[in-house]
């Protein structure tokens, strides 16, 4: 199987860090899986500052060895695929804990079945006996079901390192991660950009070398990504539920409604409105640009509700928006100033009123320059979604 023009169907990438001892394995049993498939493929080896022998054996067994001083597992993940030119890429560890022999299953799966993201799965045949106790039980089995919570996916085992998926795909869900959440983001932006996904049954097979994941780290750092990619939790709920909060005190206190033993609510019941407000209003904003950012990667291509803001958003509505909040805000600081100044700056009469100014004038200075933000990330939305 093969391309033509001189291009090979499948690329090989595995990220290599001091695995001399599983290295060479791993290459010879691809090498004869390609042969005994007729598959047209090339072995990409991306060091990422090995100081064992790991780099001459790829070399001496025919593999492209590239090179990537930043170090980091999504680093070298990023300069392997960066540098493999086949048209269907294929991840996989150098520690040989992954069966290459089933490359072929996953080709087929592209190539024939027409999926477009297609990864391994260590618990749906019982193929997880060499993972950790802590890994097996607890960590992977939680990650994996906060994912699919969070995004509406059902991957089964999110941190599995063998993957395949066509070159078109991968330039569409764009991951970035240096360390090892870079599996997580692949699996959050497969799900994401609606990539037709299949998990197939492997075994892993024990690790050959020093293992190089940190459990907490890699774990909160996974988690956090999750976290920073569903912002409809993260950000706009509990900033709607804070600005709404921080709104309905404002007009309370400034109505007259609220009492406390017998007097009406004023100054320190303001403040906590503005708090809340603003930091409502501040949280909002972070998820509006999350989304933004989301939908200018055609992730969220489907999303009714913010294409229809962005047909109706336009920079100067914004700028207009957060200047009239200034203005009104700075009108109303004035009154109270002029009033505080002919009081012989005696204790402000209406505190509440300079409180609700104040958050007038926050929140329309962050909404003129969230229009800006909003206004370059909308442009760089591309128009082609086919």
Not at 346 to 362: D, G, K, M, N, Y
Request: charged share 20%; glycine share 10%.
């Amino acid at each position: 199987m093969g391309v033509g023009n001189g291009r090979p169907l499948v690329s090989v990438v595995m990220p290599c860090l001091n695995e001399e001892a599983a290295i060479g394995p791993c290459i010879e049993k691809i090498h004869r899986t390609f042969a005994a498939a007729s598959i047209d493929g090339e072995i990409v080896v991306c060091d990422n500052g090995s100081t064992d022998a790991s780099v001459a054996i790829a070399e001496r067994l025919g593999a492209r060895v590239v090179h990537q001083p930043l170090r980091g597992y999504g680093n070298a993940y990023l300069k392997g695929f960066e540098s493999a030119s086949g048209r269907y890429l294929v991840m996989g560890d150098a520690d040989d804990t992954y069966d290459f022999t089933m490359i072929p299953q996953f080709v087929q799966a592209l190539d024939e079945e027409q999926f477009e993201f297609v990864t391994g799965s260590r618990y749906l045949g019982g193929g997880d006996a060499n993972i950790t106790a802590l890994h097996r039980w607890f960590g992977n089995p939680a990650l994996t079901r906060i994912l699919n919570l969070l995004f509406g996916t059902r991957y089964t085992d999110v941190y599995c390192g063998f993957r395949a998926f066509p070159r078109t795909a991968y330039d569409e869900i764009r991951p970035v991660s240096p360390g090892m959440e870079f599996n997580l983001e692949l699996a959050i932006n497969a799900g994401l950009a609606g990539l037709r996904t299949k998990e197939i049954p492997i075994v892993l097979a024990p690790r050959k070398g020093e293992s190089k994941l940190r459990t907490f780290r890699d774990g909160w750092r996974s988690l956090r990504m999750m976290l920073l990619y569903s912002p409809n939790q993260l950000f706009l709920a509990p900033g709607a539920l804070l600005l709404g909060l921080g709104l309905i005190i404002h007009v309370a206190v400034l109505l007259g409604l609220v009492h406390f033993g017998g007097r009406p609510a004023s100054g320190v019941t303001a403040v906590f409105a503005t708090i809340f407000s603003v930091i409502g209003f501040e949280i909002l904003s972070l998820g509006l640009h999350t989304k933004t950012y989301s939908w200018s990667r055609r992730f969220d291509r489907d999303n009714r509700a913010l294409a229809s803001f962005y047909r109706h958003f336009k920079l100067e509505t914004g700028l207009l928006l957060g200047a009239g909040l200034m203005a009104a805000g700075a009108v109303i600081l004035a009154i109270n100033l002029v009033e505080w100044l002919r009081s012989a700056l005696l204790p402000p009469a209406h505190p509440e009123w300079i409180s609700f100014a104040a958050t007038l004038v926050i929140i329309g200075a962050s909404t003129l320059f969230s229009s800006l933000f909003i206004s370059a990330m909308s442009m760089s939305r591309p128009r082609d979604d086919s």
